[in-house]
């Protein structure tokens, strides 16, 4: 019984680091369709969303079974109840990726992002993948250095950030009052992207420790509700 338990757990670990995969691959391929105005890329990403999605239910509904049949303790509960954290911070990380892909569908046949910030999103992107594939790595190795490391990989997705807002708000910018929108909403997009890849580390350090860092005992959703943040979301480009 104890080996069968072992192996769900290590099933979990598995489809945690699956789910890693897909969103990295969500997230290129939706600013791949954005840069290029690619819509057929951008309905692919749009329908792909659905496997994550499975995988979450799946996930949880094994966690839910350990719960009920093994009554797991200390590190072993801490893994089953954790792993149903991480699984909705990376199904969301899809959602995410949808959002953008969406908002590329939603300006078809023309370009939601001006050339002259294509290269900035195109780095946005970049850090993006970089930071839930180290979010992978980390599940996969219980690594707490690299979970902490990720914070420096988000401070510099923040920068990125507020680069974006600040060329927005220049008083050279033209930019429609349409790209401004859709430029707001992608730079949220892809900064709660890496918001969750950092959630998900923190869950692996307490995983692994049985404790959080100091300062960060809420994630960013968490800590969102408690401030009574609204997020953005866009009405046309959610549909």
């Known amino acids: 019984m104890r080996d069968a338990f072992h192996e769900d757990l290590d099933t979990i670990t598995d489809q945690l680091v699956e789910m890693t995969h897909l969103a990295g691959s969500a997230m290129a391929r939706a600013t791949t369709?954005?840069?290029?105005?690619?819509?057929h890329l951008a309905e692919s990403v749009i329908a792909a969303d659905e496997e994550l999605d499975e995988m979450?239910?799946?996930?949880?509904a094994l966690s839910i079974d350990l719960l009920a049949r093994q009554q797991p303790v200390a590190t072993d509960l801490r893994i089953v109840v954790t792993s149903m954290r991480m699984s909705s911070d990376l199904e969301r990380m899809g959602d995410l990726a949808r959002h953008i892909a969406k908002v590329a569908r939603l300006r078809y046949p023309e370009k939601a992002v001006p050339a002259s910030l294509t290269s900035h999103i195109l780095?946005?992107?970049q850090v993006a993948e970089r930071i839930v594939t180290k979010a992978g790595s980390v599940i996969a190795s219980k690594d707490?250095?690299?979970a902490i490391s990720l914070e420096k990989d988000d401070d510099a997705m923040d920068e990125l950030h507020r680069q974006l807002f600040a060329?927005?708000?220049s008083d050279r910018a033209t930019f429609t009052a349409e790209t401004v929108v859709d430029l707001?909403?992608?730079g949220r997009y892809y900064e709660r992207f890496?918001?969750?890849?950092?959630s998900v580390a923190r869950r692996v350090v307490y995983l692994v420790t049985g404790q959080f860092a100091a300062g960060v005992e809420l994630d960013h959703e968490e800590e969102e509700e408690a401030s009574g943040e609204t997020v953005l979301r866009p009405g046309a480009a959610s549909a």
Not at 33 to 39: E, G, I, K, Q
Not at 56 to 60: A, G, K, V
């Open 144 to 146: 707490t250095e690299t």
């Open 184 to 186: 707001t909403l992608l």
């Open 123 to 125: 780095e946005m992107g």
């Open 56 to 60: 979450r239910e799946n996930l949880d």
């Open 194 to 198: 890496a918001d969750h890849a950092v």
């Open 33 to 39: 369709a954005l840069l290029d105005a690619d819509v």
């Open 167 to 169: 060329a927005l708000l």
